[in-house]
């Protein structure tokens, strides 16, 4: 789809949506407790927020402060500086800091982050250094160097984890020792919660009481993050309950200013485990054109696929980047008693990544970078439990995921097509073109609610967006609803303990949109509506792709368009792909499906200006194919199977003859140029299976090859080579007296 086409080019002033604090929702008929709440707001220079928040976080300030700023802004550069500072400065003599996030490799990311600004290692109490072996006393815990303490959440709350039931010894000793070397020296703790967004499920009743630990200590908390939601209320409240019940927000607009990365939606209808030619062939399209890429999956079974090298994209990638990163952790979601040595399966910018757990806390700083973003696919839709894991947050772990990448480049996401939309939902502040381009757009890549699979006869509504500022009356209401249906049983038994409030939330908040069919229930529409209206911070819709109904009538038109828009250095197979892709073949039975596809590479190969002369009448689809592949990669840094094709085509040259201005192929039995080879070639022949777009017919193509003797099939692989090169027929030349068949060539292609 051309750039100029595109319906975001109708929203480059409207304004991004993010979740905001109110007072109110702090101080409400619904909660017993009442806070001290202000708010400033944080100024943006050149995109960064760094001069600002340092100017406005006072650590002498007992409160809790909420840092609400969008991705890339700058918030813990900014944080890390400000803690340096401080600790050059006389109030800072009895201060120490525990810097506590989500993910283990958080914690090696900002102990890097502060060696790189300066401080020492002795000046750091790392994770990786609880152990068993504690001191006698934990004086050692308070060196008066080692100001600066990370852990993770779930080590700071006592988290055991899912599968045991008490924190390990060692991480209860260091809480332990830590709290009371603090207390009995008339020390304070100031706390920092980084992308506390992702550590929302640990906040539990349990881990706030586990965190009174620290209680008579406490004077600042910090909180940072760039996607905010109804659960973090309560969380706040929980928090500021330590600091003399005062809450502080600073927070900054979401205004673009800085050059954003070109985002591409690729709609898919299947893809998997089992199916992820889509995905080979995006990733195929980016190596020709040489960018440096990482790919964060959904599922840590596609990434596995993904990273096997003896197949495609594995093997592609492989040659291109050399040693694959496995970015997929032996240990769910990070949590539980964690003793995972922390650089392994850890996102690393000098390799090529592939896995699940760099979606969030990771910057990829990497230049011509293509960051592809693998969504769950149409089988996994409905509530988040249906989710893998990694987007368990919803909408907020997309916005995580697209904002690793920090510098600017290409962002690919791979995901289904959304499913229809409540108009009438849309944000009153879009105009009238705006609204009409939306509909107009979403219409034609969305699908109807009745091709929906749904369980137990479960109804499945039109999705609707609903406003940040709208998710806690949602919540509320829901919350009533709960209230109402236990009437009954309230006034039969009225010691009978519900939720309140803040705990309903806490539990259930991000479920409530989701059960109003917001568009955090289906992530496809979520990302869909974000990118049409450039609700992305760092990045803008450059272009999409998407199926379109399809039949005899109209294949030759969705073709010709789709075609049109594809860059002319794209590889045949990724043409393939694209146009494939334009197509909704969803409906069509199995022999439409083959007959369609078949008449699209038909089509691809039509419009190849390499072979353009050469018809089906000439020459075979599958040699076509080969053709066409081979002569794109000719003037380019080939990869491996591309090496071993040239090879084995300057071979057969050697067996050229010209006899009256007309050149000629021996027969093989008169120079066995292949012989040995044949090792070689049906390793080429299983690569050449894999490339191909239709691939069953590739393998029947090559089926008679498989019980040839190794000679026999040297012969035929011979004879298919010349076939990729020129039009031959047989022709019989006396040689040395003997008569015997040879390849004329009639046309060089």
Not at 59 to 69: D, I, P
Not at 655 to 673: A, L
Request: net charge negative.
């Amino acid at each position: 789809m051309s750039e100029d086409r595109l319906v975001n080019n109708y929203f480059n002033d409207f304004p991004i949506d993010f979740f905001t604090f109110k007072e109110e929702d702090f101080n409400n008929s619904l909660s017993s407790d009442v806070f001290t709440f202000e708010k400033q707001p944080l100024e943006i220079q050149d995109g960064f927020i760094g001069n600002s928040l340092y100017n406005k976080i006072n650590f002498s300030e007992k409160e809790t402060t909420v840092v609400n700023c969008a991705v890339g802004q700058g918030k813990t550069s900014a944080i890390l500086h400000s803690i340096k500072e401080y600790l050059n400065t006389e109030d800072s003599i009895n201060t120490y800091f525990i810097i506590a996030v989500p993910l283990v490799s958080l914690v090696t990311q900002y102990k890097r982050d502060l060696l790189e600004l300066g401080f020492e290692e002795n000046q750091i109490y790392s994770y990786e250094s609880i152990s068993d072996n504690i001191p006698e006393s934990g004086e050692d815990y308070i060196d008066v160097n080692c100001k600066v303490h990370l852990v993770t959440v779930n080590t700071l709350l006592g988290n055991a984890g899912e599968h045991a039931i008490l924190q390990s010894a060692r991480k209860y000793n260091y809480i332990k020792a830590f709290s009371h070397e603090l207390s009995s020296t008339g020390k304070q703790l100031i706390i920092i919660y980084d992308e506390i967004h992702e550590a929302i499920r640990n906040f539990t009743p349990t881990g706030i009481a586990y965190l009174s630990h620290f209680s008579g200590v406490i004077s600042k908390n910090i909180l940072l993050s760039a996607t905010y939601n109804i659960q973090s209320i309560p969380v706040i409240k929980l928090l500021a309950n330590q600091t003399d019940d005062k809450i502080r927000v600073l927070e900054s607009e979401r205004k673009v200013v800085r050059e954003q990365s070109q985002l591409f939606l690729h709609y898919h209808n299947q893809y998997g485990v089992k199916n992820h030619k889509a995905i080979t062939e995006i990733i195929r399209s980016l190596v020709i054109r040489n960018k440096n890429i990482d790919v964060l999956c959904y599922s840590k079974k596609l990434c596995k696929a993904l990273l096997n090298t003896d197949k495609e994209p594995g093997r592609m990638l492989s040659q291109k980047f050399g040693t694959l990163r496995d970015c997929t952790s032996s240990i769910e979601g990070n949590q539980g008693d964690n003793d995972e040595n922390l650089n392994r399966n850890r996102f690393d910018n000098s390799f090529c990544n592939i896995g699940t757990n760099f979606k969030s806390g990771v910057n990829i700083t990497k230049t011509n970078h293509a960051f592809v973003v693998v969504l769950p696919p149409a089988s996994a839709r409905g509530t988040y439990a249906n989710y893998s894991s990694i987007y368990s947050e919803g909408i907020n772990a997309v916005i995580q995921a697209i904002a690793r990448q920090r510098t600017t480049g290409e962002i690919h996401i791979i995901l289904p097509r959304p499913i229809m939309m409540d108009y009438e939902s849309l944000p009153t502040d879009m105009n009238t073109v705006q609204k009409e381009k939306f509909i107009q757009t979403f219409n034609k890549i969305c699908i109807p609610i009745s091709t929906v699979p749904s369980t137990n006869n479960v109804r499945i509504l039109p999705t609707k967006y609903i406003s940040f500022s709208e998710h806690i009356e949602v919540g509320k209401r829901w919350w009533e609803n709960q209230q109402e249906r236990f009437r009954i049983p309230l006034l039969l038994k009225p010691d009978l303990k519900l939720p309140d409030f803040d705990s309903f939330i806490l539990t259930y908040g991000e479920k409530c949109t989701s059960r109003e069919s917001f568009l955090g229930r289906d992530l496809s529409s979520f990302v869909t509506y974000a990118a049409f209206t450039n609700q992305f911070f760092n990045t803008k819709l450059h272009s999409y792709y998407a199926p379109s109904d399809v039949n005899y009538d109209n294949i030759e038109e969705i073709l010709t368009e789709t075609y049109s828009d594809i860059e002319e250095d794209e590889n045949i197979s990724s043409k393939f792909y694209l146009l494939e892709s334009s197509l909704d073949l969803s409906r069509a039975d199995d022999s439409l499906k083959r007959s369609l596809r078949q008449q699209t590479l038909n089509f691809v190969l039509d419009n190849e200006t390499n072979i353009s002369t050469i018809t089906s009448e000439d020459i075979k689809p599958a040699i076509r194919f080969i053709i066409s592949y081979f002569n794109n990669f000719m003037n380019e840094s080939p990869n491996e199977l591309e090496t071993q094709i040239i090879h084995f085509r300057s071979l057969v040259d050697h067996n050229i003859i010209i006899r009256t201005n007309t050149s000629y192929y021996k027969p093989h039995d008169m120079s066995q140029i292949f012989s040995g080879q044949a090792s070689s070639i049906k390793n080429i022949i299983e690569q050449l299976k894999e490339i191909y777009p239709l691939g069953e017919d590739f393998a029947n193509f090559f089926d008679s090859y498989n019980t040839l003797s190794d000679e026999a099939l040297e012969d035929r692989f011979y004879e298919f080579i010349i076939k990729t090169k020129c039009k031959a027929e047989s022709h019989q030349l006396m040689i040395n007296g003997i008569r015997k068949n040879h390849h004329k060539v009639i046309r060089i292609f």
